[in-house]
């Protein structure tokens, strides 16, 4: 019999998925998150075919796809040469519902999720809560917390620790983050600017040794949409400078139009990481999202793991709790989900990154030429497309044992 709930420190779309999906199985759940509201991070934007499937066994996927805009073909392009090679999900269509890459920003996704928890009376979100630390034994974990009445303590089954990169969770457990992170940060600003106009599908990735561009069209509050564009900026930069709307400015009319004054209503900068937990699970504990694996955005991978790790780890955590299995089942979450996170995650968004900014004229010739053999081919066109997507990710880690 279930005596403690679980308790899920962040209420970012990982934690509140993975709270959902709990609570839909009968399983208590309590929330912790430190801000007041749920938090409105704007960085990740893409979800892929499985993650969308994956939304639809919770109910929400439909909401989401409402509020999002259908991205079913994507571009490389190369700053002096134009396009380069551009890819059809369509070509995947016999494998998922939804070929294309879904654009919505993911603090939508966690209202929808948030508004979907309220149908439940076993789930508790408690906002200005914040994990501090926790104890465990064999048979549960007591929970330190720190709320606007100061600091009590929270008896659970389990932990998740979906509280981001700076995870209390995962500096708790002491276990490694091992990876790097790149020298250079990412300016990211956004224009109404429509790049449709200019040939760009919806997703565009502009490859060059000093200034490569990812854009991403995103919906917004009303037409039109917005386009997301991020920028690599050298460390010695000052970041006033960066900021500085003159500057930002010049980045977008380096691979636009110069005799443009574009609309920038949007601008930051940040820096990016790629490092995964050397362990997800540490007895009655277990890490989620950019608690476990960070990465850069070039390919839109980070979110839909984390994602993935919440299907896969509750629907895990419901079988041991509710129906008997045994624990050493929990052991198979980090198997899979650390797995694809190195073999897929780390290894394509390094690689994307890598391919944008190679300086070599030869190998960055051979690489681009690859890319053009690729989409001309379509079986090799298609298999980049299920690997791309993640759902070769998905099935790897549905492999492993």
């Not at 449709?196 to 565009?204: C, L, M, P, Q, W």
């Not at 624990?327 to 198979?332: I, K, V």
């Not at 051979?366 to 090799?380: F, H, I, K």
Request: contains cysteine; hydrophobic residues 40%; glycine residues 8%.
């Amino acid at each position: 019999m279930q005596q403690h709930p679980v308790v899920i420190s962040g209420a970012g779309p990982v934690g509140l998925v993975a709270a959902l999906s709990l609570a839909q199985k009968g399983v208590d759940v309590v929330i912790l998150e430190k801000e007041d509201h749920i938090p409105q991070d704007l960085r990740a934007g893409t979800f892929h075919p499985p993650t969308v499937e994956m939304l639809d066994t919770l109910g929400v996927g439909e909401t989401l796809r409402s509020r999002g805009l259908r991205v079913p073909e994507w571009q490389v392009r190369d700053r002096k040469e134009g396009l380069v090679a551009q890819f059809d999900l369509n070509l995947i269509a016999d494998l998922t519902p939804y070929p294309f890459r879904l654009h919505v920003e993911q603090h939508k996704l966690s209202s929808i999720v948030a508004e979907a928890l309220r149908e439940h009376s076993n789930a508790r979100v408690l906002f200005s809560h914040q994990c501090l630390g926790y104890e465990q034994d064999d048979d549960g974990v007591t929970v330190r917390v720190q709320g606007p009445g100061g600091t009590e303590e929270i008896r659970a089954s389990y932990l998740i620790g979906a509280d981001g990169a700076h995870s209390i969770v995962r500096k708790t457990m002491g276990t490694e983050f091992e990876g790097f992170t790149w020298p250079e940060r990412f300016l990211v600003c956004a224009t109404r600017y429509d790049l449709r106009a200019e040939g760009y599908t919806g997703n565009a990735y502009i490859a060059d040794p000093d200034e490569w561009v990812a854009i991403f069209i995103q919906p917004h509050d009303g037409p039109p949409p917005i386009w997301r564009i991020a920028f690599p900026i050298g460390p010695e930069m000052d970041e006033n400078e960066v900021l500085s709307m003159p500057f930002v400015q010049s980045k977008v009319q380096g691979f636009l139009s110069p005799e443009r004054e574009y609309d920038i209503p949007y601008k930051s900068i940040y820096r990016v990481h790629q490092r995964v937990a050397k362990e997800f699970r540490d007895r009655r504990v277990f890490l989620a999202g950019d608690a476990a694996h960070v990465n850069n955005p070039l390919g839109g991978m980070g979110l839909n793991s984390g994602i993935h790790d919440a299907m896969n780890l509750t629907e895990k955590l419901a079988q041991v709790m509710l129906h008997g299995a045994p624990d050493d089942l929990l052991d198979r979450y980090h198997r899979q989900r650390h797995t694809v996170n190195v073999e897929y995650v780390q290894a394509i968004t390094i690689r994307n990154k890598r391919l944008l900014e190679e300086r070599d004229p030869k190998v960055r010739k051979q690489r681009l030429d690859e890319l053009r053999a690729t989409v001309a081919d379509r079986q090799a066109h298609r298999q980049f497309l299920i690997n791309s997507s993640m759902i070769a990710s998905v099935r790897r880690a549905n492999e492993i044992q």
